[in-house]
């Protein structure tokens, strides 16, 4: 049974610190870049962080805005993952891979990035199994989800926002799980469990 385990590689930051969350927990990933291993895989995390204007390019450029779009295997799109899973981003004003029919839009109070650790409320769905609403986890984003159809949990900083989604096979954080100490590696157990 093929229970490969694939990061996708792109020009955004922080994949090596998912890669490393999942060896702490036993669990070889790889990271690559190539579109078949990537649709061969058992399950796919597309983590990051960076500007999805330019991010959405070069996934374009390398036809991996198509390949992500049709997986139909699980899927963990982590921060700039999540935002560019959605329809249109104001970071930029960049069309995205609209899987999740949603804008992201830019924080316009408070201190932007948002910064540290909010409680998750509204819990719902596989990847939060075990765990309770007011659990904390780690955030860094000046951009943001309303909350929507496809929400499974919600943190707020001045207003409620998207902390996570869900469509079909396709599972979503705005937080990011492998900096958020014992309660981020269960959600990452619980993706892989899926």
């Given at each position: ?30 990271i ?58 104001e ?82 954080t ?21």
């Open positions: 049974m093929n229970q490969k385990i694939v990061i996708i590689k792109y020009n955004a930051g922080n994949i090596r610190s998912v890669d490393f969350a999942l060896r702490r927990m036993g669990i070889n990933a790889e690559t870049g190539d579109p078949d291993k990537i649709r061969t895989a058992a399950k796919v995390i597309f983590p990051g962080v960076g500007e999805a204007s330019g991010t959405m390019e070069y996934l374009r450029q390398r036809g991996l805005d198509i390949v992500i779009s049709q997986l139909t295997q699980p899927v963990l799109g982590i921060c700039l993952g999540m935002q560019l899973m959605c329809r249109y981003s970071e930029g004003f960049t069309d995205c891979l609209n899987i999740f029919d949603t804008e992201v839009i830019k924080f316009t109070g408070g201190k932007v990035p948002h910064m540290g650790w909010n409680a998750l409320e509204k819990l719902n769905g596989k990847l939060f199994y075990k765990l309770n609403k007011g659990t904390y986890v780690y955030y860094v984003h000046s951009y943001f989800v309303p909350e929507n159809i496809n929400t499974t949990a919600v943190s707020f900083y001045g207003i409620p926002f998207s902390a996570a989604m869900q469509r079909d096979n396709f599972y979503a705005q937080f990011h799980p492998e900096k958020s100490g014992g309660y981020g590696e269960l959600i990452l157990k619980n993706f892989i469990s899926l």
